[in-house]
């Protein structure tokens, strides 16, 4: 009988599941050599359940450990505690970690305390800031200071891992997972539940997207971004804004007192993954402070303006579909003026190559563990960007 390896799968926000999933569906195409284990912490409840039941994933374990008003000091010790039982049952060869969250970090290092082997998807990403982003660039760099595997998306993200004097052996540049996702989920034909998202033109109006939730971002930054949106909405009569506006009271507080009951701008309950994929697909343009917006928008052929000062994800930035410009109000107003009004910048940002991914890292993934468990001889291809 040939010999079969447990992997454990460990996730708890929506980002995550979104890039985990297609490495979930991929570990269990193949009974004959995997055994896979999935372990959910749901650091976030909803927003997870929504991708789980998207891709048809049952969690083997779901420690829910989501409370009103958790901190990082919560998440961490209860997803410590809790994933010290499942590994204590079932003794894992392998853990899978993605990204950059409190779970990442706190499933990577029970895992060590375990002496079980720990894979990490999405590694490399850096701004080699501690502070921005704040907590998931130090969630980053520990976890890769405890990682075996590391699964890079990108020749930038290899790089790094390599300066940092991690082996190369333990390195596979697979590409990003995001990408997997996407391929699964945006149609062209999709219809939209929500009722206001119903009544958006998308076809008569520029639709402008906008994401806002880091915590660097709270409070004045986010409210100088939302004065020049409205701006823009002011400015010119074919442009709407469409903003998924985050569940944080903080975020909410600022967004109601600077666009609410404007008759341009739509603001929106948060999205599941399906009907927001599809929603980035529909936009013209996109501003966020997201990361994972990052590599989904080159994907789709779409420019964004990221809110941030600093970038784990230079490569779109390289590439040129993707724009660094802070929160300074005249700065957001005229980035995304530009973008309106100069149509050979629009489609210079909007046709650049996507760095990010084929739709083939979660198969690379799953042919790098095999290559390294020894039940194939055939390392996986490196993922290269076009």
């Keep these: 009988m040939a010999k079969k390896i447990k992997v454990m799968t460990v996730f708890g926000t929506r980002p995550e599941a979104i890039k985990m999933a297609p490495v979930v569906l991929e ?69 899978l970690v993605h990204g950059d969250t409190t779970t990442t970090f706190a499933g990577a290092l029970a895992s060590y305390y375990h002496q079980v082997p720990v894979g990490h998807v999405e590694a490399g990403l850096r701004t080699y800031n501690k502070y921005s982003p704040f907590p998931e660039e130090m969630n980053r760099q520990l976890t890769g200071r ?108 600022v967004v109601n007192e600077e666009l609410g009951g404007l008759e341009k701008v739509h ?32 994907a789709l052929g779409k420019p964004v303006l990221v809110l941030r000062d600093t970038t784990e994800r230079p490569e779109a930035v390289e590439a040129g579909t993707v724009k660094l410009i802070g929160t300074n109000r005249e700065r957001v107003y005229e980035e995304a003026r530009r973008l309106l009004v100069d149509d050979a910048e629009y489609h210079r940002m909007a046709e650049s190559v996507n760095p990010y991914g084929d739709g083939h890292a979660a198969e690379r993934i799953l042919q790098a563990i095999l ?16």
């Design 27 to 95: 570990l269990k195409k193949h009974p004959e050599s995997i055994i896979p284990v999935v372990a959910v912490t749901a650091q976030h409840r909803e927003m997870l359940d929504q991708v789980l039941h998207l891709f048809q994933i049952k969690p083997d374990y779901d420690l829910n450990i989501m409370a009103a008003g958790q901190t990082l000091f919560d998440i961490t010790t209860k997803a410590m505690h809790g994933l010290d039982k499942v590994l204590t049952v079932e003794k894992p060869d392998l853990v």
């Design 146 to 253: 405890i990682a075996d595997l590391h699964f890079a998306p990108t020749d930038t993200s290899e790089k790094n891992l390599l300066q940092e004097h991690i082996p190369a052996d333990q390195i596979f540049v697979t590409g990003n997972t995001v990408i997997d996702a996407l391929h699964h989920t945006v149609q062209d034909s999709f219809d939209f539940e929500d009722e206001t998202l119903q009544g958006v033109d998308f076809t008569g109006k520029r639709i402008i997207l906008v994401t806002t939730h880091r915590r660097e971002n709270l409070g004045e930054p986010m409210r100088h971004v939302y004065k020049a949106l409205r701006q823009l909405t002011e400015e010119f009569d074919d442009v709407e804004v469409v903003f998924p506006v985050h569940k944080n009271p903080k975020v909410r507080e």
């Design 267 to 298: 603001l929106i309950d948060p999205l599941d993954y399906e009907p927001f994929a599809n929603l980035m697909h529909r936009a013209h343009l996109i501003l966020t402070d997201s990361g994972g917006v990052q590599e989904e928008a080159p």
């Design 371 to 386: 290559y390294r468990y020894g039940l194939t001889e055939e390392k996986p291809d490196r993922f290269t960007a076009e």
